[in-house]
Nanobody
């Protein structure tokens, strides 16, 4: 199983970024995918999750209405569109899945929101 995130970077407050995670090594469409984040000095937290078919999503309260998780099962990718970013969104963002052999994480991508 391999998860590879991309799309992080530096953005000004109020700006947008789109993160992507390319998955391989398992039957992608069978499993939910999640985005987590970890800010300096804080615990890793769930940001958003999407089910295998893509029809059900869940968001952490602070990102509702600003972030959108989506997936393309034909391309084995999951994305996180982040709008109206604030400095509080600064963190390393991780893609994660749980399959029958356990939990798998990507290496993370840094998102920094600063003027």
């Amino acid at each position: 199983v391999q998860l590879l995130e991309s799309g992080g970077g530096l953005v000004q407050p109020g700006g947008s970024l789109r993160l992507s995670c390319a998955a391989s090594g398992f039957t992608f469409s069978n499993y939910a995918m999640s985005w987590y984040r970890q800010a300096p000095g804080k615990e890793r937290e769930l940001v958003a999750v999407i089910n295998g078919a893509g029809g059900s999503t869940h968001y952490e309260d602070s990102v509702k209405g600003r972030f959108t998780i989506s997936r393309d099962n034909a391309k084995n990718t999951v994305s996180l569109q982040m709008n109206s970013l604030s400095p509080e969104d600064t963190a390393v963002y991780y893609c994660k899945t749980r399959i029958w052999t356990g939990d798998y994480w990507g290496q993370g991508t840094q998102v920094t929101v600063s003027s």
